[in-house]
């Protein structure tokens, strides 16, 4: 237990900031701390603002699936991250756990690290609601609670994310100007969502039916469900394609370089496709765009990790904080790929190219990802 959580009731208006109290977060005016690097996700953006306190802190990471890649290499990235000369030193207990897609699961780890009296929780959410019990034991335990990437439909918690609904938006731009400049205005599409019930595959999956639809093209749609996952998305790809025989395009949110390994193995032409940052998937579309494999990737990177945990110690210093902070989606068309820049031909395919943040200070480089383990800590 920090020393501010030791402070008597009639002391806390003489020590903690005008407004401040030990019971949550208040609602402040911005702007607030390193715009540069926590930058509000609009002019409308709220700010909120914890109580001080000394550092350093306890931080735990709470997961919830972990049957991908992109979920392992995140663990990775937050126990590199947690190592780093920049923040080491402000980390005095760092945990993970992972609880895999069981809600109630998730909640009673989030509890349990309040109640050992952790500092602040970084997690990602198996659902964007019900989580209003947890955010109340959180603000009378004075936690800091970050969500992120799988974000919740709140305001009562600071949280950490890229747009989804504008990067599904853009996916389904990109494929439509492939398709224009080939002469198509209808055709056959197949979409690839991710884990059902977790806000970045509905607000991705909107975003791509929006322009769909904006269009006024006649677009035949599938979906099928590949869970962000290379060998779920291949499968059901090539499920998909031995059933409908042909499709002009693919968007998919995660699971990439299995989708492009299905039509490979299939023999099915190659098409625009939108997707993720996974490393094969690049390494794919720059062996194969000659071919007619025009592709875009959009990384919603593990390292988002990173800037929630920078974000959460920002919070404990007592910081005014964006309540939404948005990082800005890192494209990478079929023309713009370059090996060792932005693909790597020696690492794994299932490494995530997007691991830099500039505006934070941030750049965790693969080898220091993939010396860690993916194991819980607790």
């Not at 895999?100 to 509890?111: K, N, P, R, S, W």
């Not at 025989?245 to 039509?263: C, S, Y």
Request: aromatic share 6%; hydrophobic share 45%.
């Amino acid at each position: 237990m920090t020393a501010v959580r030791l402070i008597a009731p009639a002391l806390a208006e003489v020590v903690l900031s005008p407004g401040l109290a030990l019971a949550g977060p208040q609602s402040v005016p911005g702007p607030g701390a390193d715009p540069a690097c926590f930058a509000p996700w609009s002019a409308e953006t709220g700010y909120l603002q914890w109580a001080p306190r000394e550092g350093p802190y306890r931080i735990a990471i709470v997961n919830g699936f972990v049957g991908n890649g992109w979920r392992i290499q995140m663990i990775k990235t937050a126990k590199a991250f947690a190592q780093d000369p920049s923040i080491r030193d402000r980390i005095a207990e760092f945990k993970v756990v992972s609880t895999d897609t069981d809600a109630a699961v998730q909640l009673g780890a989030i509890e349990d690290f309040i109640n050992q009296g952790y500092d602040a929780i970084v997690t990602i959410a198996v659902a964007p609601d019900g989580f209003d019990r947890v955010i109340r034991l959180a603000d009378r335990n004075d936690v800091v609670l970050v969500p992120f990437d799988n974000v919740l439909d709140t305001d009562k918690v600071m949280q950490v994310n890229e747009d989804q609904l504008a990067m599904g938006r853009t996916w389904a731009g990109f494929v439509l100007d492939q398709l224009k400049a080939e002469g198509k205005t209808s055709g056959r599409i197949l979409e690839v969502r991710g884990l059902p019930g977790n806000s970045v595959d509905r607000d991705r999956s909107l975003g791509i039916n929006q322009v769909l639809d904006e269009s006024g093209g006649d677009w035949q749609r599938v979906s099928v469900v590949g869970n962000w996952d290379d060998g779920t998305a291949q499968k059901v790809v090539a499920d998909a394609i031995a059933v409908h025989g042909h499709f002009d395009a693919i968007l998919a949110q995660g699971g990439t370089t299995g989708v492009v390994q299905a039509m490979l193995d299939s023999g099915h032409p190659m098409v625009p496709v939108a997707g993720e940052s996974e490393n094969g998937f690049r390494k794919l579309v720059a062996q194969h765009a000659d071919e007619g494999l025009k592709g875009i990737s959009i990384g919603q990177s593990p390292g988002l990790v990173a800037i929630a945990m920078m974000a959460a110690i920002s919070a404990l210093e007592g910081n005014p904080m964006p309540q939404l902070i948005s990082v800005p989606l890192p494209v990478a068309t079929y023309d713009q790929l370059q090996d060792g820049v932005n693909y790597w031909s020696d690492l794994p395919d299932s490494f995530s190219t997007v691991n830099a943040f500039p505006p934070c200070g941030v750049n965790i480089t693969g080898p220091a990802i993939m010396a860690q383990s993916e194991a819980d800590t607790n």
